[in-house]
């Protein structure tokens, strides 16, 4: 059964800071690996996916790496600003639906 | 083009009451999936639906959680005889090829 984890569970940084989070699994037969972000009490907004033959995805300021040997992948955020502040969730997909981890909450400070 | 979208936005029901939440997918979306997410944790896997029928029903608690999709795009999660650990945020999410979009999710408090 895959189990995701994600470390830290929070961090706290000041603005302008570069910054990874990370994600590991336990099953490296996946198809994709999904990053996402939620604000608090609101649902998931898609950041990134990166594709099992893929190595990482990148969308402005986000870089999302993959690692299926080792069973990692990294979102790095740079130049972080407040509005950036918010849980950031992985999930992979195997042949069934998305297997979360319990996400990173981000606070930067201005 | 409009994301997937989720009614009602907060439910408050007593202790044994019926309950349905209703997921409007991204039209053309041919997988529909429905999740549960308690305080602190990641979305939890319920059911996924491929056109009208469901392919996963794994995630699916026990026989009091139901979900259906009739005409392969709306689709109900219905909950019955709901108990106060069934409060959670219930989201749904769809998609087409890979990636998967969420809705804002229904708060569900059972009292």
């Known amino acids: 059964k895959q189990e995701v984890t994600q470390i830290p569970a929070a961090l706290s940084v000041p603005e302008g800071e570069n910054l990874v989070l990370n994600c590991s699994f336990t099953d490296s037969a996946i198809y994709n690996l999904q990053w996402f972000r939620q604000d608090p009490g609101k649902g998931l907004t898609s950041l990134l996916l990166i594709q099992s033959s893929q190595r990482e995805q990148t969308s402005g300021r986000l870089n999302a790496s993959l690692d299926k040997s080792s069973g990692r992948s990294t979102l790095y955020i740079a130049a972080s600003q407040p509005g950036d502040s918010a849980t950031y969730l992985c999930?992979?997909?195997?042949?069934?639906?998305?297997?979360f981890g319990k996400g990173t909450r981000l606070s930067v400070i201005a | 083009g409009a994301g997937v979208s989720q009614t009602p936005s907060n439910k408050v029901t007593e202790k044994g009451k019926y309950v349905e939440l209703r997921c409007d997918p991204i039209s053309g979306h041919t997988a529909l999936y429905w999740y549960r997410q308690s305080l602190g944790q990641g979305p939890e896997f319920l059911i996924y639906?491929?056109?009208?029928?469901?392919?996963?029903d794994s995630g699916l608690p026990n026989d009091r959680f139901f979900a259906v999709r009739p005409e392969g795009s709306v689709s109900t999660l219905k909950i019955q005889r709901t108990e106060r650990g069934d409060s959670a945020m219930y989201l749904c999410a769809s998609s087409l090829d890979n990636e998967q979009f969420f809705g804002p999710g229904t708060r569900l408090t059972v009292l």
């Open positions: 639906f491929q056109g009208t029928g469901a392919a996963d």
């Open positions: 999930a992979s997909s195997g042949n069934t639906p998305l297997v």
